[in-house]
Structure formats: C-alpha cells, structure tokens
C-alpha cells in the first residue's frame, strides 16, 4: 500500500468554481500535513500546512484532515488561471526529515 | 525574499562520469535537503542534512551519492559514476527548525545521463 495516494488527474474547472483536490494516505503516525505547488519545471512551493485533524484558511485556500479515515483535502475558492499547477499534497512523521509526497494533481483553470 | 538557488540549472553527462550540483540555501536555515522527480514521477527523498551530517537517507542514496556543506553558505550533492537512470530533476531544500513542513525548494537542475 502506498504511503500517500493522489489523483493525478488532470482536473479541469472554469474561472471562478470551487476546486476540491484530495489524498488519503496509510500510516497513522503522520500528524503533519502539507500541500505544495508545483508549476512547470519548478521546485515544489509551499502553500499550506496543518497538525492533526481540523481545517485551516488561508485566503481563498482551505485545507482539511480528517484522520479517522485518514484523508487530507484542499480546497481552492473562486480559482483563477494562474491557480493552474499541479498540487502535490505531502506528510512526514514528526521527529523525522524525510518528507513523503504524493502524485500531485494537475490542475488546469479555464479563463 | 530570500530563496534556495540551484546551479547549474541543467546538466548534461556521460553515464560513468561524476557530477556536482550545487545548491545556496536560505541563510539562516539549518536544515538541508536533496530530492529528485524523475520526469511524470514523484517528487522523492534522497537526504537530509544537519549540523554537518546526514540526519536520514533513502534506500536511493546509496555510496554513488555523497553530500558536503563545504563553507557556510554552499551544499553540494555528488554522484560518482553515473548512470541512465539517474536522469531527472534534483531539488535541493532548505527549512529552518526541525519541523519539516516548512521546505523551501531551490529551482532544480535537470541531469540528463547520455
């Protein structure tokens, strides 16, 4: 079993919809999870991270755990084209350094 | 802002012929990081670094591989020999504190083994 399973799409939406991107991942010892951008030929770029279960804001950015059935969403609020990327959702287990990413999702925002 | 910077951003090699990328990151970050993406694939963990030693490492880096932090501000990932399939994007990244959900990537190199 994967430790971090995505969708990679691709996930096409018009300008101004709500995008839901979603990860379900194995170990029950993550307690951090984060969600990164990515676009073309660039390094990862850290959108948002939360601790445990609950949700966290962050402009028109929401990301939501739910460690019961171990899955981890973010959703985008009134997407804009430059939203287009692939978003690669990511966990580690505290204490220690190596990051766990998933596929990532591509995302293509439709002006 | 202050950013991790990445050179050279593309490299081309021979398969058996030992290569060096080069990585500046964030000043005042502590800990240190080299990841690949294989082209279509995962972005994958190859290393950490801390305190002028590897923290932890992948089953990918094995003895062909070696880290160094030279000075203070330079970190450097070698591959002895390489080979075909070690053509992709590396990554280097920097965070500050032991939390590693705060990683700042550098641009990449991309390698591409002949």
């Known amino acids: 079993q994967k430790e971090v399973e995505q969708d990679p799409g691709p996930l096409s939406v018009p300008e101004g919809a709500i995008v839901s991107l979603n990860c379900t991942y194995s170990?029950?010892?993550?307690?951090?999870f984060m969600w990164y951008r990515q676009y073309s030929r660039k390094g990862p770029e850290l959108l948002m991270y939360?601790?445990?279960?609950g949700n966290k804001e962050d402009g028109r950015f929401t990301a939501q755990v739910d460690k019961s059935s171990k899955y981890i969403s973010l959703f985008i609020r009134d997407s804009q084209p430059s939203d287009s990327a692939t978003y690669l959702c990511?966990?580690?287990?505290?204490?220690?350094?190596?990051?766990?990413f998933g596929a990532g999702t591509r995302l293509f925002v439709k002006a | 802002e202050p950013e991790v910077t990445q050179t050279p951003s593309h490299q081309v090699t021979q398969m058996g012929q030992e290569v060096i990328l080069r990585c500046v990151p964030i000043?005042?970050?502590?800990?240190f990081y080299w990841y690949r993406q294989i082209l279509g694939q995962k972005v994958e963990f190859l290393v950490s670094?801390?305190?002028?030693?590897?923290?932890?490492k992948s089953e990918i880096f094995d003895d062909q591989f070696s880290v160094e932090r030279p000075d203070g501000s330079n970190f450097t990932l070698k591959i002895r020999s390489t080979k075909l399939e070690d053509s992709a994007m590396y990554f280097c990244?920097?965070?500050?504190?032991?939390?590693?959900?705060?990683?700042?990537f550098g641009s990449g190199t991309q390698l591409s083994v002949l």
């Open positions: 939360t601790y445990s279960s």
């Open positions: 990511a966990t580690y287990v505290t204490g220690g350094f190596k990051t766990i």
């Open positions: 990244a920097s965070s500050s504190g032991t939390g590693t959900e705060k990683l700042f």
């Open positions: 000043s005042n970050h502590l800990y």
């Open positions: 670094f801390y305190n002028n030693e590897i923290s932890e």
């Open positions: 170990n029950s010892a993550f307690q951090y």
